[in-house]
Every structure is written in C-alpha cells, then in structure tokens.
C-alpha cells in the first residue's frame, strides 16, 4: 500500500486561511469515509485533528475542518494562528483492512 | 484521565527481537481496539497495526514491511498492549506509538527503538 501524496511544505501569514491536500486511490480514501488528519509538533505525540473525513474531536478547534471529494482529502485550517505551525499527516483506511499515512506537510506560520 | 505508556524499546543488534508493551488506564482497555505507529528519526508516521477487542474477534493486521516478522496482542487482565519484533532490521529503527483504534484520540508518548550493530 503506497503513502499517500500530500504537499511537503505549506505556509501561511497570522489570520489566513490554507488547505493541505492528501490524495489517494480508490482503495484508500476514494472507497471509504475514514481520513484522519493529525498535527504533531517537534518531539511531540501526534495529536488527532479531524477523524472520518470531517469529524472534529472534543477540545479541538473550529478552526480545523476537513472534506473530501473522490480520491483527495483536504485540511483546511482558517485564522491561522503560530501555535499552528507544525507537521500534519493524513490517513485513510484502506480495502486491505490495513491504515495508510501521508508522507506528512510542514506548515510554516510566516 | 486516559493515559498510554509504552516501554520496552533499546538497541538491539540487526536479526534480534524486541517486545514493546503499552500500558493503558483512564478507560475501559478491555473494549477498545489498538494500534502500533512508527516514525524513523526525521520521517512520516507509519501504520504498523491493529489489534481488535476480544468481543470483536481479537484479530490482528499488519502492515506489508512487518507482517510475518511483528506479533500485535494484548493482556486484558494487565491492561496492557504488546508488540513483539522478530528479525529486526536497520530500517525498523523509530520511535514507536501506541494509540487506540480506530479512532487514534489517545497516544503515548513514544518508545525509542535502535537496530544496530
């Protein structure tokens, strides 16, 4: 199962609004509604963002929402904050019963 | 308050074994499935796999890289996690999470594991 494709690096000013793409097969995310999208900070535990492709966890900012069409899947963050800056991974189940994660995009909060 | 704690990892010589453990408390381990990530020094996450509940069926998959060579299961009555590693090789070295499925809400904070000679 190859990982799947997501920008290496985005950026953004303070208040902005980006989305970092995550795209797939048909086998993965197209066939399924199960992407997750998880932020992790230098020597830090990832931390779950989004789950089944929009789906926002309790303490988590409304900032963050997610979507999908067919093969892609996105992560759109809004008033972009410093605090923001970090790595963000996205993942899908996938028609082999196995989960597969995105090579990763760093953000930078210019 | 949920906590996941992983120990067990060390250097280990290419071709050796290792046995993970995480342990769980804050919530009921007895149902929840589990998961193993890795993440090699300054690389992506990785999906190792997955561990059902035992009302579930219990049953385990495995990434194409371990399969064969990685064991997943658990001790309910220990509340606690494991993940054996057989034939290690160099590229196994990472740091490895456990985090519960399919939902990955809750993480540990990371075991260090070094294949090396």
């Known amino acids: 199962q190859s990982a799947l494709t997501q920008p290496a690096s985005v950026s953004g000013s303070p208040g902005q609004s980006l989305t970092i793409s995550c795209t797939g097969t048909?086998?993965?995310?197209?066939?399924?509604?199960?992407v997750s999208w998880y932020q992790q900070h230098p020597g830090k535990a990832p931390k779950l963002m989004i789950y089944?492709?929009?789906n926002r966890p309790s303490g988590v900012s409304n900032r963050f929402s997610g979507s999908k069409s067919g093969n892609t899947a996105s992560l759109t963050i809004s008033g972009l904050q410093a605090e923001d800056e970090a790595d963000y991974y996205c993942?899908?189940?996938?028609?082999?019963?196995?989960?597969?994660f995105g090579g990763g995009t760093k953000l930078t909060v210019l | 308050e949920v906590q996941l704690v992983e120990s067990g990892g060390g250097l280990v010589e290419p071709g050796g074994s290792l046995r993970l453990s995480c342990a769980a408390s804050?919530?009921?381990?007895?149902?929840?499935?589990m998961r193993w990530v890795r993440q090699a020094p300054g690389k992506g996450l990785e999906w190792v796999g997955r561990?059902?509940?035992?009302?579930?069926?219990?049953?385990?998959d495995y990434a194409a890289p371990v399969k064969d060579r990685f064991t997943i299961s658990r001790d309910d009555s220990k509340n606690t996690l494991y993940l054996q590693m057989n034939s290690l090789k160099t590229e196994d070295t990472a740091v490895y999470y456990c985090?519960?499925?399919?939902?990955?809400?809750?993480w540990g904070q990371g075991t260090l594991v070094t294949v090396s000679s």
């Open positions: 561990i059902k509940s035992k009302t579930d069926g219990g049953t385990t």
């Open positions: 985090a519960t499925d399919p939902v990955s809400r809750h």
């Open positions: 089944d492709v929009s």
């Open positions: 993942s899908s189940y996938t028609s082999t019963s196995t989960r597969v």
């Open positions: 804050g919530f009921t381990f007895t149902n929840a499935w």
């Open positions: 048909s086998s993965d995310i197209g066939g399924y509604d199960y």
